[in-house]
């Protein structure tokens, strides 16, 4: 199961980096979201997704928009990932992964020969009325942050 185009927000409650509990449909009310789903916290590509939306966390706010960050880890490895890194957005720790489950980011993946089962890189926006526009699966990481920008402002 995975949320469609026009479909809204969930309304979930989640823990985050810097103790918080984020709900995502209401404190994002009436702000276009950026919702990114990564793997792993602390590994290259993860990085740079982070450090790219980071990089450009002012024009997102500008253009009327937030950002979330979400994996499986745990709040204590996000809060060390944004110390480390600076993020100026909250990251989701959805270690039971109720927020994977319900945008279907968790897929069958191969490393190494080996089945497994993982987040798929993916980004998924919400309008300011927080209905799903636009969403972005199995995404390559480079110039990735530019082009949800660049939606992010057409919207």
Not at 97 to 125: H, P
Request: aromatic share 10%; charged share 25%; proline share 5%.
């Amino acid at each position: 199961m995975s949320i469609s185009p026009g479909d809204s927000l969930p309304d979930l409650n989640l823990p985050a980096n810097g103790g918080r509990t984020i709900s995502i449909k209401k404190e994002f009310k009436g702000k276009k979201l950026v919702v990114y789903f990564y793997p792993k916290d602390n590994t290259p590509g993860c990085t740079l997704e982070g450090q790219d939306f980071a990089r450009l966390y002012p024009e997102f706010t500008k253009a009327g928009a937030d950002i979330v960050g979400v994996s499986k880890d745990s709040v204590r490895s996000h809060d060390n990932f944004c110390a480390k890194f600076g993020f100026p957005f909250a990251l989701i720790a959805d270690t039971d992964e109720a927020l994977c489950t319900a945008f279907g980011t968790i897929v069958e993946k191969t490393l190494y020969g080996r089945k497994y089962m993982g987040i798929d890189r993916s980004t998924w926006l919400f309008d300011a009325k927080g209905k799903l526009v636009n969403q972005w699966r199995s995404v390559k990481v480079k110039g990735h942050a530019e082009m949800v920008l660049e939606a992010v402002k057409a919207v």
